[in-house]
Nanobody, 119 residues
Framework: QVQLVESGGGLVQAGGSLRLSCAAS????????MGWYRQAPQKQRELVAS???????TYGDSVKGRFTISRDNTKSTMYLQMNSLKPEDTGVYFC?????????????WGQGTQVTVSS
């Protein structure tokens, strides 16, 4: 069992910045692909960014050039630096640990942290 705890959300004006953190409760963090997702009211959850164990990074089209995902394996923590925030970035942000073996272990999700961007 893994616990993922997000922090760093809050209320910010458009154009501002926030840094989200996701701390994992167990070791072996470095071998898992990690990701950030977000869900706005009445919308489906969408991928914001992901980072593999070899630091291969993928961004959603709407955040390219504004958000940066990173990880610190020594701290079992993943980050999302969000700059030039827009009102449409508002939502609950979740971190996800992708399973290395889906037949034996599930993906894990954090509880989410609210990000609200005012215009």
């Amino acid at each position: 069992q893994v616990q993922l705890v997000e922090s760093g959300g809050g209320l910010v004006q458009a154009g501002g910045s926030l840094r989200l953190s996701c701390a994992a409760s167990r070791g072996g963090f470095s071998t898992n692909t990690m990701g950030w997702y977000r869900q706005a009211p009445q919308k489906q959850r969408e991928l914001v960014a992901s980072i593999t164990s070899t630091d291969r990074i993928t961004y959603g089209d709407s955040v390219k050039g504004r958000f940066t995902i990173s990880r610190d394996n020594t701290k079992s923590t993943m980050y999302l630096q969000m700059n030039s925030l827009k009102p449409e970035d508002t939502g609950v942000y979740f971190c996800k640990m992708f399973s290395r073996n889906p037949t034996a272990e599930p993906d894990y999700w954090g509880q989410g942290t609210q990000v609200t961007v005012s215009s």
